[in-house]
């Protein structure tokens, strides 16, 4: 097995872009990546290497954001504006990005929370369908098939 700061230099992103997907806050997520890899550290003995280690702290540090949300009362909030993680050349590019980005999220609204999730972690977390559906413990097909049937609803909605 790998030594913690080779796991922490290799994973840090992914479940820093994981915690941002699923907090919408970069405070929030960089504070969570921390604590999860802080009570990764302490747990290490319990990994079993059934799965990639990366999903095994997405799991982590997910049941971490979960724990927050039940402290602080909060009702996980999808809205979501992604506008200042693209340079565009002029204002009315990015006029026109932002209108369109807006679109989108307001239909993803509209999606269960589950299927929600799913275009998430695809699109912003950048991760296989097998690892969104080994964090969410189901199955690359169900993955597959969610992240499917959503686009779909998606475009229904046109």
Sequence with gaps: MQDI?????E???TVNKYLFCLT???DIAEE???ETFYRAVKRIGTYKG???ISVWLCQIAKNLWYDQCRKNKK?????????NLEVKDSVEEQIISNDEKITLYKKMQKLDEKTREVIYLR??????FKEIGDILNKSETWARVTFY?????MKEGD
């Design 123 to 128: 699109i912003t977390g950048e991760l296989s």
């Design 32 to 34: 969570l990546t921390q």
């Design 24 to 26: 919408k806050n970069y």
């Design 5 to 9: 700061k080779e796991i922490y230099e």
């Design 75 to 83: 009702i996980v909030n999808y809205d979501y504006d992604m506008s």
């Design 11 to 13: 994973y840090f992103e």
């Design 50 to 52: 059934d799965c990639k």
């Design 149 to 153: 049937r959503g686009k779909q609803k």
